[in-house]
């Protein structure tokens, strides 16, 4: 593994530690609540980074919190340029991760499917 590439990874945490901290402790913004920093991923030359986030809220909801986002971008960036020793502050980039979403579909699925299974095993006249 790259020196490099570690460093990518390093930063990239502590953005989604710093992050976290300012979202839940700095913005006022109420349209901001509920969500949870998923990853960060940053570019290699630190200039963007891609913000992924979840949260449990329903779709008119989730709608408000990508426009908090974007409105306290600013303030993000700005407060994340003080905690952080970078030579470059990226560009903050929210991305809603639905893979949180999938997954618990998913287990629905899964959980239904057995549920129908026991059903149906039950009801065999064989068993």
Do not use: C
């Amino acid at each position: 593994m790259s020196k490099d590439y570690s460093r990518s990874l390093r930063v990239a945490d502590q953005i989604q530690r710093e992050l976290a901290d300012l979202i839940q402790n700095e913005i006022k913004d109420p349209r901001i609540k509920q969500i949870t920093l998923t990853s960060v991923e940053v570019t290699r030359d630190y200039s963007h980074a891609k913000v992924f986030y979840t949260t449990l809220a329903n779709k008119e909801e989730a709608f408000l919190i990508e426009n908090g986002l974007e409105h306290a971008k600013g303030f993000l960036r700005s407060n994340l340029s003080h905690r952080m020793k970078l030579r470059i502050t990226p560009e903050l980039h929210f991305i809603y991760d639905e893979s949180v979403e999938r997954g618990a579909r998913l287990s629905k699925l899964i959980d239904d499917a057995v549920a129908q299974d026991i059903i149906l095993h039950h009801s065999d006249p064989e068993n």
